[in-house]
């Protein structure tokens, strides 16, 4: 039996002037399930995830998230939903000017009044949680290699133990290695912890090694929702498109090999 949905949006319109991003889109996340978003490029897919997290209201359609209903919840239930989120952005938005621990300690700051030791003790811990080495918390980020800095901004994103972790673009410029190693890490930690993640990304090899359903953004709506396999096989015309080629074959293969 599926887990009730935790996310659902209904009739979602998104608009900048007269571009229309989003007409009528539909898309229910469930508990404890790693979804994709894919599609091509410029179909709005940070735009989507984005409305998911309440980064972003849309212009009509409902979004409904642990069963409100965020049209009608007043400005101090809605910040207490958005702290059940956790938002990890492509670049990893990190503070340039703070080290890795005052960048994971921020969103404790601004949100908690826990003392000073307990504070350190959490960061610590999300700082190991996200594969870090100890050593790692007095660097900035521009002394951080790119999975380093990944690895960061996920510890950031813990930093409050949001239940739902939308992430966008996690392995964008890192090289294959390492991109698998936060893939391995992302599925770890939805174990571990018990989160749900919805995450935007053009990696094959993500697809194949770290996602339950894969949802596919196309023609302003979602075309397609189903575990990565079934959706290689579906006729839509972009999805087909999108699947051709030896890439998907190779991304294919070494994730049976992986298994």
């Known amino acids: 039996m599926r887990a009730e949905p935790i996310i659902q949006l209904s009739g979602i319109h998104n608009c900048f002037g007269r571009n229309v991003v989003h007409e009528d889109l539909s898309l229910e996340v469930y508990r404890g ?33 642990f069963g409100h209903d965020t049209r009608v919840i007043t400005p101090a239930a809605e910040r207490r939903l958005r ?37 350190r003790e959490v960061v610590m811990l999300k700082i190991q949680l996200a594969g870090l080495e100890t050593e790692a918390a007095a660097k900035c980020p ?25 992430l966008d673009e996690p392995t964008a410029g890192l090289d294959p290695v390492t991109a698998g190693a936060f893939d391995d890490l992302v599925v770890e930690l939805k174990s571990m912890l018990g989160l749900t993640v919805v995450m935007v990304t053009h990696d094959l090899d993500t697809l194949w090694s770290a996602t339950d359903r894969v949802a596919f953004l196309a023609d302003r709506r979602i075309v397609a929702v189903a575990p990565i396999e079934e959706l290689t096989k579906n006729s839509h015309p972009a999805i087909a498109a999108y699947f051709s080629g030896r890439r998907v074959e190779q991304a294919r293969e070494r994730a049976w090999k992986a298994k």
């Not at 978003?37 to 409305?51: A, F, M, R, W």
């Not at 921020?106 to 030791?117: A, G, K, N, S, V």
């Open 33 to 65: 399930e790693i979804l994709g978003i894919i599609g091509v490029s410029g179909g709005g897919k940070t735009v989507l995830l984005h409305t998911m997290a309440l980064l972003r209201r849309p212009d009509r359609g409902e979004v409904r998230i």
């Open 142 to 166: 521009r002394a951080l290699s790119g999975g380093m800095v990944k690895r960061a901004a996920l510890a950031r994103t813990l930093a409050l133990d949001p239940e739902v972790l939308f």
């Open 83 to 119: 702290l059940r989120l956790g938002f990890m952005f492509q670049n990893g938005a990190l503070f340039s000017s703070l080290t890795v621990f005052e960048n994971v300690c921020f969103p404790l700051d601004e949100h908690t009044r826990l003392p000073e030791e307990l504070k």
